[in-house]
């Protein structure tokens, strides 16, 4: 399962950055609407508090022996500010 997570500003919904977090397991958190966050991207660091998000989820893949592996995206809209 890849998890990827899309950050958006609450201000204007426009996309901020993207982080794929790779193959991640089931114990992975994805951030919840008020949770503080904090993240680089392209050399720039982020901070803001989640104010919505949406998380959706691929059809399964086929994998040898395998057909329940999906991947995660989570769209969060932060509140861009110290946190």
């Known amino acids: 399962m890849d998890i990827k997570q899309v950050f958006k500003s609450a201000k204007d919904d426009q996309p901020i950055s993207e982080i794929n977090l790779g193959e991640a397991g089931p114990a992975t958190p994805i951030p919840n ?35 329940d592996d999906f991947d995660i995206t989570a769209v969060l809209v932060v509140e861009l500010g110290g946190s």
Do not use: C, E, F, Q
């Open 33 to 67: 609407t008020g949770d503080d966050v904090r993240w680089v991207a392209n050399g720039k660091h982020y901070a803001g508090r989640v104010k919505s998000r949406l998380i959706s989820y691929s059809g399964p893949k086929m994998a040898v022996g395998r057909t």
